[in-house]
C-alpha cells in the first residue's frame, strides 16, 4: 500500500478485487475472448462448446451461468423445440474485452518466457 493511498481502494471488495473474482475460475476469459473473436459476440450453447476444446459441457455452463449472474453475458431463449439458448455479450461483457484481449495479446508476444516458466503444482500444462 503507498503512503497516503486512500484506504478504500485496499478494502476486499474494492473494484480490482471484485475484477478479479471474475478471473478466479480458468474458463471466464476464454468464454468471453471466443464469444468476441470466434462468434461475434453470440453464439447458442453447442457452438460455443465446440468453440472450446478441453471444457466439459457442465463446466461451460457453470461458467456460463456465472457470467450471467455478473452481468458480462445474456441469456437467451428462443421458442422452439427443443429450445435454443443463446449467449451473447453484455454491454459490460463488451467493455470487458478489451482488457482481455490485452492479457492474450501480451501472451502471445510473450509466450516464449511463458513457456519457460515453471508449471504450478496444480496445472494441467506439462
Known sequence: MQTGSDEE???EDCAPR???ELFSTKWTSMII???HARHNG???TGSLHRSLPGISKKMLIQTLRELETSGL???HVQESVPPAVTYTLSP???LMVQPIEMIYDWARHNSTALDQLQPRKTSRRR
Do not use: C, P
Request: net charge positive; proline share 0%; hydrophobic share 50%.
Open 18 to 20: 471484485r475484477v478479479l
Open 42 to 44: 453470440a453464439a447458442r
Open 9 to 11: 481502494q485496499w478494502l
Open 33 to 35: 475472448h471466443t464469444l
Open 73 to 75: 453475458v445474456e441469456r
Open 92 to 94: 459490460l461483457g463488451k
